[in-house]
């Protein structure tokens, strides 16, 4: 059973960067599509972003153009880059994976991912 450890929050300053990694054992990568998700207090779970077995991706809007997934197949890890982080981009965040090809109305529903990571917290506050 794959196993997945999610690393790399931190406390950071409006328009700063951080990088998540979510780095998987017990399997590989190759063999799912990974998604980030994030939850704030009092809030549900959202999706942020996801990569497929083939390498396409895709985002939620409040992400696009400063949020990039994306796979290193050789250390078997996956990461989320985040740039121009804003105060709402607080939450804890979560990866996980999905062992089918979905179509695009169903890459965001959490309950289609199997494995999730413990998450790790990002708070971006001044």
């Known amino acids: 059973q794959v196993q997945l450890v999610d690393s790399g929050g931190g406390l950071v300053q409006p328009g700063a960067s951080l990088e998540l990694s979510c780095t998987a054992s017990g399997g590989t990568f190759n063999n799912y599509a990974t998604g980030w998700f994030r939850q704030a207090p009092g809030k549900q779970r959202e999706f942020v972003a996801r990569i497929s077995r083939v390498g396409s991706t895709n985002y939620a809007d409040s992400v696009k153009g400063r949020f990039t997934i994306s796979r290193a197949s050789a250390k078997n890890t996956v990461y989320l880059q985040m740039n121009n982080l804003h105060p709402e981009d607080t939450a804890m965040y979560y990866c996980?994976?999905?062992?089918?090809?979905?179509?695009?109305?169903?890459?965001?529903?959490?309950?289609?991912?199997?494995?999730w990571g413990q998450g790790t917290q990002v708070t971006v506050s001044s």
């Open positions: 996980a994976v999905d062992p089918y090809v979905r179509a695009f109305d169903q890459i965001h529903d959490a309950n289609n991912y199997v494995h």
